[in-house]
């Protein structure tokens, strides 16, 4: 049987996407120190550009190709989940029983992450496109060097990058379902559905390690710089929908009520 190791290798180091839908068993042997590399393993379309690729506009989903390109985007960042959480399994140390069940935690989140990326790419070839027809970027991935603890990763993957899926994917749910895309749709429901049990993951082990310190205040201090909360709401905030996955009602309260200066997080609130 494999180890842990050889199977979180396998996806971070291997170069295609067959590689990132690695699924067979393994043991969890010693943790050994890992090196976390520049980039993860990637070729041919996949491989990360520097040339942008601006998101559509909600209004734009209509349209063959700007759907396909949003879609793009959303199966783009399920890969990046799929790598980081493979070099979490890695890199952070499991020396006890608990830090163990802290990754088999993590080890189900990639499982629900390598669904939504087939999902993605299936509506995508049915829509006449492939997964790498527009730019790839890599901003989720440039984070992972900033997280040296589990607690940082925690604070970063599941209480900003998937806490905001939370509502990113609910508004694009019915912008889809607006629109008569009854399946793009229902594959985000699926995504939301996931990511609010991530995000409670998040949380379940950030209150745990927090000690005497409110969450909110662990968060903050887990955040790496010039990151901030406000990256964790997205398009069409919805308090109610964080509260069901965090369970703490101040945190939620603060979110809502948090500002930093940057531009890319003005964004919609419900209405």
């Known amino acids: 049987m494999n180890s842990y190791s050889e199977f979180a290798q396998q996806i971070l180091s291997g170069t295609t996407l067959e590689d990132k839908y690695t699924d067979v068993p393994f043991e969890w042997s010693d943790w050994q120190n890992f090196e976390l590399p520049r980039l993860p393993g990637r070729s041919g379309k996949i491989i990360f550009v520097e040339k942008?690729?601006?998101?559509?506009?909600?209004?734009?989903?209509?349209?063959?190709?700007?759907?396909?390109?949003?879609?793009?985007?959303?199966?783009?960042?399920?890969?990046?989940?799929?790598?980081?959480?493979?070099?979490?399994?890695?890199?952070?140390?499991?020396?006890?029983?608990?830090d163990i069940r802290f990754k088999k935690g993590i080890l189900g989140a990639l499982k629900d992450e390598q669904k939504h990326l087939a999902l993605y790419?299936?509506?995508?070839?049915?829509?006449?496109?492939?997964?790498?027809?527009?730019?790839?970027?890599?901003?989720?991935?440039?984070?992972?060097?900033?997280?040296?603890?589990?607690?940082?990763?925690?604070?970063?993957?599941?209480?900003?990058?998937?806490?905001?899926n939370l509502d990113f994917a609910q508004y694009y749910s019915q912008v889809f379902r607006e629109y008569g895309d009854e399946v793009t749709a229902s594959i985000l429901d699926t995504v939301l559905e996931d990511e609010i049990s991530h995000v409670s993951f998040g949380a379940h082990w950030m209150k745990r390690w927090r000690q005497d310190k409110k969450l909110w205040d662990y968060y903050q201090e887990c955040l790496p710089w010039p990151m901030t909360p406000a990256r964790s709401r997205g398009l069409g905030f919805d308090p109610d929908l964080h509260q069901k996955a965090v369970q703490d009602a101040e945190f939620v309260k603060l979110l809502d009520a948090y500002d930093d200066d940057y531009l890319i997080t003005k964004r919609p609130r419900q209405k």
């Open 121 to 164: 790419i299936k509506r995508l070839n049915e829509l006449g496109f492939e997964f790498g027809d527009f730019p790839l970027n890599d901003f989720f991935w440039r984070q992972m060097e900033k997280l040296p603890t589990a607690a940082h990763y925690t604070a970063v993957m599941a209480l900003t990058f998937e806490a905001a």
């Open 52 to 98: 942008k690729s601006k998101f559509p506009k909600a209004n734009q989903l209509n349209q063959t190709q700007q759907k396909a390109m949003a879609i793009h985007s959303f199966a783009n960042h399920e890969l990046l989940a799929i790598e980081m959480m493979a070099a979490a399994i890695l890199v952070y140390p499991h020396k006890t029983e608990e």
